[in-house]
């Protein structure tokens, strides 16, 4: 009866590929790879394949929406060799960077949320008028001018800098995220984004999709760990290198 039971729970690899619209030579490699359990192997050399098999490809699944492709096969090679503690910390690798986006997100959205609108006029600002403007030394605008902030003339005449009005927004954006903590390498594409926009308004348009994708992912990180849950609360997992 036992016997019997165990031959109505095999799998073929195609079996496995079928429910997910995958090929067979991809649940091969699957296995290769870690992410499956490795399978017995019939008289004749076949795969079989079990329920634990089908679950653990329903887990890494639905792990790759939320880590990616790369962090998910070592989440499930992790759990399947045996090495839990390593599989989590991958899980808090991602939450940690997921984290700092969302941190990062804040920070941009509270910088522009704080600009003042600028003249659409040319601005004739030197160093020195817009250093007092933000309440920060030349030396710093300078600074910031050689990390690619700001991107000043120079007057014919003089040879002295002269900040745009767009040079003004720019300045008064990295102040802001400037003042939150972040490196200028950080800013700088920041920066280049809204240039890229045509400025701040069109970039608000862009911040509502990085929140929306912010949210689709913390939701595929929720799904991701039911799946991952569920592999590990099977009940057929009898030896700690994950083993059917």
């Known amino acids: ?12 690899p195609v079996d496995l590929a079928r429910e997910h619209g995958l090929s067979t030579q991809a649940v091969r490699n699957y296995e290769a790879d870690g992410i499956l359990p490795a399978a017995e192997r019939g008289p004749q050399g076949y ?17 790759v929406p939320g880590h990616g492709h790369a962090t998910a096969t070592s989440i499930m ?12 910390r991958f899980i808090d690798e991602t939450h940690a960077q997921l984290l700092d986006d969302r ?3 804040q920070a941009v959205t509270a910088a522009l949320r704080e ?7 040319r601005g004739d ?18 600074k910031w001018e050689s990390a690619g902030l700001l991107r000043p003339d120079r007057d014919p005449r003089t040879g002295y800098r002269v900040y745009s009005a767009a040079d003004v927004r720019d300045a008064k954006l990295t102040r802001q995220l400037r003042r939150g903590g972040y ?25 509502r999709g990085w929140h929306d994708r912010l949210a689709a ?23 700690r290198n994950g083993s059917a």
Request: glycine residues 6%; positive net charge.
């Open 125 to 142: 600002l030197f160093v020195g008028p817009l250093s007092g403007k933000l309440g920060v030394r030349p030396a710093t605008l300078r």
């Open 47 to 63: 795969r079989a394949y079990t329920p634990r098999h089908a679950l653990a490809l329903r887990a890494f699944l639905a792990l």
């Open 1 to 12: 009866m036992g016997r019997d039971l165990r031959d109505r729970e095999r799998l073929r």
């Open 77 to 88: 090679a992790a759990v399947n060799r045996g090495a839990l503690e390593d599989a989590l």
């Open 103 to 105: 941190r990062t997100l």
């Open 217 to 239: 992912r913390s939701r595929a990180l929720l799904s991701g760990a039911a799946a991952l849950d569920a592999y590990l609360a099977d009940p057929t997992a009898t030896t």
């Open 183 to 207: 490196p200028l390498a950080q800013i700088a594409p920041l920066i280049e984004q809204v240039r890229s926009a045509g400025g701040v308004v069109p970039l608000e348009s862009a911040l």
């Open 115 to 121: 600009l003042e609108p600028v003249p659409q006029e």
